[in-house]
């Protein structure tokens, strides 16, 4: 039953995605949607990295020994200046994991 639920989440992903990106096809979206659909990637993400960075075991979190803040911010500062995705990635993991086993070790 799991293999199943796997198996068609996946064909449901991979079609809604083909609809959209094979060219052949005549699924056009108007420009006011394709416009509104330009915020869902940063939503998602930032759905996803917000409770990793300003929680800790269903709390919030917002102390200056807290090393997911401190990356966090040194891997947006490094985004908007450099735009370098491989830079901003490997450098603020670099610092986090300093952060966390170094500076504010437990």
Do not use: C
């Not at 991979?14 to 052949?24: D, G, T």
């Not at 005549?26 to 940063?42: A, T, W």
């Amino acid at each position: 039953m799991i293999m199943l639920s796997i198996l068609a989440m996946a064909a449901l992903v991979f079609l809604s995605r083909y609809l959209f990106l094979e060219p052949k096809l005549p699924v056009r979206l108007r420009p006011s949607l394709q416009r509104l659909l330009r915020y869902s990637g940063p939503a998602v993400l930032t759905a996803i990295w917000a409770p990793i960075v300003f929680t800790h075991d269903k709390l919030l979190w917002l102390d200056r020994t807290n090393p997911y803040i401190w990356a966090a911010l040194l891997a947006g500062f490094l985004a908007w200046k450099t735009k370098n995705v491989l830079l901003t990635t490997v450098v603020s993991m670099a610092v986090f994991l300093l952060l966390n086993l170094v500076v504010f070790r437990a």
